[in-house]
């Protein structure tokens, strides 16, 4: 059972996401809603970066039948598998 709260992990997720992908994100425009796949911030290498991130920080393994748009569509998204995961532990 984690004692995180999704807005936690949400927070965590968009600090990583701003300081690998988005040179720290000086506009501020990154939210939990962001679309991550449409506005081009996650490409193939950044969604495996972000994949072993996920493993290395919060012990999620992301099944090859789970990297799809939807799972990648926003840190909220994500944010809500990585919860249920931690969870279910």
């Given amino acids: 059972m984690t004692t995180q709260t999704r807005e936690d992990i949400s927070s965590e997720l968009l600090t990583f996401i701003r300081e690998s992908f988005l040179a ?3 506009e ?3 939210d939990a809603d962001t679309p991550l796949l449409e506005l081009g911030i996650l490409n193939s290498l950044n969604t495996a970066t972000l994949i072993a991130h996920l ?3 919060f012990g999620v393994h ?4 789970d990297v799809t748009a939807t799972t990648f569509k926003s ?3 994500l944010s809500e598998i990585v919860h249920e ?3 279910r532990k």
């Fill in 24 to 26: 720290g994100d000086p």
């Fill in 28 to 30: 501020g425009e990154l």
């Fill in 55 to 57: 493993g290395e920080r």
């Fill in 62 to 65: 992301v099944p090859l039948m």
């Fill in 75 to 77: 840190v909220r998204t």
């Fill in 85 to 87: 995961s931690l969870s």
